[in-house]
C-alpha cells in the first residue's frame, strides 16, 4: 500500500514562490510516475506536472516556465517548486503516485495566492 502526503502548501502573494513536497510511503517509489494535480473551487481536478521513472516531465501550459517538477528517489519523496505565482495557482493541489495496478493520491494541501 502506498500512501502519499503532501506539505508545503500555504498563503503567498502573487509572484512569489512555494515548494511543495510529497513524502512516499511504501515500496518501490522510483518506478511510479508522479504527479501534481491542482483543483480551483468549482472546477475540475486538472493535471499541473508529471515526471517519469526516466526523469521525462510533463506541464500544463499554464505553469510552464514558472513551475518545476522533480524527484528524489533516494528520498521517496516528489517535488513542485511553483515560482511567479498567480491569483488563478489558487487550487488544493494533489500528488499523485500511478503505476500499472496502481494508481495513488494524497489529501492535498491548500495553495493560495493573493492579489
Known amino acids: 500500500q502506498v500512501q502519499l502526503v503532501e506539505s508545503g502548501g500555504g498563503l503567498v502573494q502573487a509572484g512569489g514562490s512555494l515548494r511543495l513536497s510529497c513524502a512516499c510511503s511504501?515500496?518501490?517509489?522510483?518506478?511510479?510516475?508522479m504527479g501534481w494535480y491542482r483543483q480551483a473551487p468549482g472546477k475540475q481536478r486538472e493535471l499541473v506536472a508529471t515526471?517519469?521513472?526516466?526523469?521525462?516531465?510533463n506541464y500544463t501550459d499554464s505553469v510552464k516556465g514558472r513551475f518545476t517538477i522533480s524527484r528524489d528517489n533516494a528520498k521517496n519523496t516528489a517535488y513542485l517548486q511553483m515560482n511567479s505565482l498567480k491569483p488563478e495557482d489558487t487550487a488544493v493541489y494533489y500528488c499523485n503516485a500511478r503505476r500499472s495496478g496502481g494508481d495513488y493520491w494524497g489529501q492535498g494541501t491548500q495553495v493560495t495566492v493573493s492579489s
Open positions: 515526471i517519469t521513472p526516466g526523469g521525462n516531465i
Open positions: 511504501g515500496r518501490l517509489f522510483s518506478i511510479y510516475v
